[in-house]
């Protein structure tokens, strides 16, 4: 498969997770730390959505549920203030809102002192076609001064969509998985802590040097453009890779770079900063052949 063809695939569908911060796989399944697992970010991430707890929408359909929870620090006790919680998701007929003004189902709340946050929302629901379906999930980026922003997921128990999704099913996925309450009131109600893991992180003035537009050295019409978002680096989406806003890049060290969840070796975005403000970054990624494809680019001066 082409690389190309392969991140689009992987976005719009969802791939196997490993786990992130200190948790570690025993053969069985995975244990240690508390930190929070990632998961794909999705095709379907907005940036800028509107600080507000309520996503409910007079009028349309779907189960009113509530999610609510802390974000604590790495020592997996003490709560993180200020945090900022980006949540998105599809509405009851499991569309995304990818264009309009309104943001529907969209928000962004930051944690309080005690590190509290919380959503009231609907309850999205699986979506796909055929035998190829996404189970129910909530889409969360956490950003916290201190630590790498986390994606990830969220699903529910008795989803019969979990066990045929790949990134659900993953062992990194199990504590994500939440029971829902049934209240009183007919209304539904999960909850979620999450726990930050520093891992590394790049210094903004390093990144600063990575930014901006690439093209390939064999083909002019091979263009990439980097930009920098809430300390991370991103892919800008276009009409390539099918994505509204683009792909999040994780820090591994020594200049390189992977997708969140993905195998570094599938895919890994090295760079090198050459005499005279040169910047050459280096795609590798191993097709299903167990081929390499190499793709030198050089950034825009």
Not at 56 to 65: A, S
Request: proline share 5%; hydrophobic share 30%; with cysteine.
């Amino acid at each position: 498969m082409h690389r190309r063809n392969f991140i689009k695939t992987t976005a719009l569908s969802a791939i196997a997770i490993s786990a992130t911060g200190f948790v570690r796989f025993n053969g069985e399944r995975y244990e240690g730390d508390c930190a929070t697992t990632s998961d794909v970010l999705g095709p379907f991430y907005r940036p800028n959505s509107p600080v507000r707890e309520s996503l409910r929408i007079k009028g349309e359909k779907g189960d009113p549920i509530e999610l609510v929870g802390k974000i604590l620090h790495d020592d997996c006790m003490t709560p993180y203030k200020k945090a900022k919680i980006e949540l998105w998701h599809c509405d009851a007929d499991g569309v995304y809102d990818n264009e309009t003004a309104d943001f529907k189902y969209r928000g962004t709340a930051y944690s309080d002192n005690k590190g509290n946050y919380c959503f009231k929302s609907i309850l999205p629901v699986p979506y796909g076609s055929g035998d190829n379906y996404r189970p129910a999930h909530f889409h969360m980026m956490i950003t916290a001064e201190g630590y790498q922003p986390l994606v990830t997921q969220l699903y529910f128990v008795g989803d019969p969509w979990i066990e045929k999704d790949s990134s659900s099913s993953s062992p990194a996925a199990k504590r994500r998985i939440l029971e829902v309450q049934n209240l009183r009131d007919g209304s539904k109600k999960v909850e979620y802590n999450v726990s930050m893991a520093k891992k590394l992180v790049v210094e903004p003035a390093s990144m600063g040097l990575l930014v901006g537009n690439y093209t390939s050295e064999k083909d002019a019409n091979n263009k990439m453009e980097l930009f920098r978002k809430d300390s991370q680096l991103w892919i800008k989406g276009d009409k390539t890779n099918e994505m509204p806003y683009g792909l999040n890049l994780e820090f591994v060290g020594d200049n390189t770079f992977q997708l969140p969840g993905m195998p570094l070796e599938t895919l890994s975005f090295s760079f090198q900063l050459l005499p005279y403000g040169v910047v050459k970054l280096v795609e590798t990624y191993t097709n299903d052949k167990g081929e390499k494809e190499v793709t030198e680019y050089v950034r825009e001066k």
